[in-house]
């Protein structure tokens, strides 16, 4: 259990200390399967094999929201409905209009869907209510927002909230990569992308970032809109602008530490969901620490 992407917002601590209760709340919008009529089914599903909703290990709690999906892809109900309107012409000596085509493609797509193809996925979601932490494995924010809205529906007034930091996250990179120097437990990697006010892109793959030619586009007014580094020789990622962290790698002497405790599959994913929390818990910690804090409420 390693996320590998952190969409990353803010309880309140000590937000709640029951996960009985939530377990009840989530349990009324549980995953169904697709009827033959729906093209998409969301809900909550075990996280794990424990068969819980909820599973707390050591004050940690992970959330599963799983989706079955079917598939059929456009261009077969564009087929489907043009032969059927070929034959409608053939038929009837006339030409099938707009509306009636419209019309075609959703007969289609309502007659294909309980013979479509069905795609499960997952996404994860990590629960520290303690220290106010709720971060969900998505690359994209469109599935972050996903869960977040599932959650919300499950969760009468949940306290969930962007972070928002005192320093913006380009602006902190890019005076990073601009003086050669990462902030304290970090350093930084060889993967860049700067950005001009005019959306001009350079991207450096496995480059060294301390050339003048960086400095040179970052003179003529390009910051910096992903940044690739390392914490504390443990962790790896990719920082960009809207304070998201991709590409999470957490380094071998952390899965090693796990391999090495763990007797079986169960307490193998207890304890990499335990060291996952712990170690991410503390790059949090220092990334908001990096950018300057966080901006109190108004």
């Given at each position: 259990?390693w996320f590998?992407?952190?969409?990353?917002?803010?309880?309140p601590k000590?937000w709640?200390?029951d996960t009985?209760?939530?377990?009840?709340q989530?349990?009324?919008l549980?995953?169904q399967?697709?009827?033959?009529?729906?093209?998409?089914?969301?809900?909550?599903?075990?996280?794990?094999?424990s068969g819980?909703?909820?599973?707390?290990v050591?004050?940690?709690w992970?959330?599963?929201?799983?989706?079955?999906?079917?598939?059929?892809p456009?261009s077969v109900?564009k087929?489907?409905?043009s032969d059927?309107?070929?034959?409608i012409e053939e038929?009837?000596?006339?030409?099938?209009?707009?509306?009636?085509m419209r019309?075609?493609?959703?007969?289609?797509?309502?007659e294909?869907?309980?013979r479509?193809?069905?795609?499960q996925?997952?996404t994860?979601?990590?629960?520290?209510?303690i220290?106010?932490w709720?971060?969900?494995?998505a690359?994209?924010p469109a599935?972050?927002e996903?869960f977040?809205?599932?959650?919300?529906?499950?969760?009468?007034g949940?306290p969930a909230k962007?972070?928002?930091?005192?320093?913006?996250p380009?602006?902190?990179?890019?005076?990073w990569?601009?003086?050669g120097?990462?902030?304290?437990h970090?350093?930084?990697d060889?993967?860049l992308?700067?950005?001009?006010?005019e959306?001009?892109?350079?991207?450096?793959?496995k480059?060294?970032?301390?050339?003048?030619?960086?400095?040179?586009?970052?003179?003529?007014?390009?910051?910096?809109?992903r940044?690739?580094?390392?914490?504390?020789?443990?962790?790896s990622?990719?920082?960009?602008?809207?304070?998201?962290i991709?590409?999470?790698?957490?380094?071998?002497?952390?899965?090693?530490?796990?391999d090495?405790?763990a007797?079986?599959?169960?307490?193998?994913?207890?304890?990499?969901?335990t060291l996952?929390?712990?170690e991410?818990?503390?790059?949090?910690?220092?990334?908001?620490?990096a950018?300057?804090?966080?901006?109190?409420e108004?």
């Open positions: 259990m590998k992407n952190l969409q990353i917002y803010r309880l000590n709640a200390s009985r209760k939530l377990e009840d989530l349990t009324h549980t995953l399967s697709c009827s033959a009529s729906d093209a998409q089914s969301i809900g909550w599903v075990p996280p794990c094999a819980t909703l909820v599973h707390a050591n004050n940690q992970l959330l599963a929201l799983g989706a079955e999906q079917k598939l059929l456009a109900v087929q489907f409905a059927k309107a070929k034959a038929a009837e000596g006339r030409k099938v209009g707009r509306k009636e019309d075609l493609r959703e007969q289609m797509t309502l294909l869907l309980p479509a193809f069905i795609r996925r997952r994860f979601g990590w629960i520290d209510p220290n106010g709720l971060v969900i494995d690359a994209a599935k972050a996903e977040l809205e599932h959650l919300r529906k499950s969760v009468d949940l962007l972070v928002k930091v005192t320093l913006s380009s602006a902190a990179m890019t005076g990569v601009a003086g120097e990462a902030p304290s970090f350093t930084i060889q993967d992308e700067l950005r001009s006010a959306k001009a892109t350079v991207r450096y793959a480059h060294p970032l301390e050339g003048e030619e960086i400095r040179q586009h970052i003179a003529a007014g390009k910051v910096v809109t940044l690739a580094m390392t914490w504390g020789d443990r962790i990622f990719v920082l960009n602008e809207n304070l998201q991709k590409r999470l790698t957490f380094l071998d002497i952390l899965k090693e530490q796990a090495s405790q007797e079986n599959a169960d307490e193998r994913f207890d304890l990499d969901f996952m929390t712990g991410v818990a503390r790059l949090l910690d220092d990334v908001i620490d950018l300057g804090g966080e901006l109190a108004a």
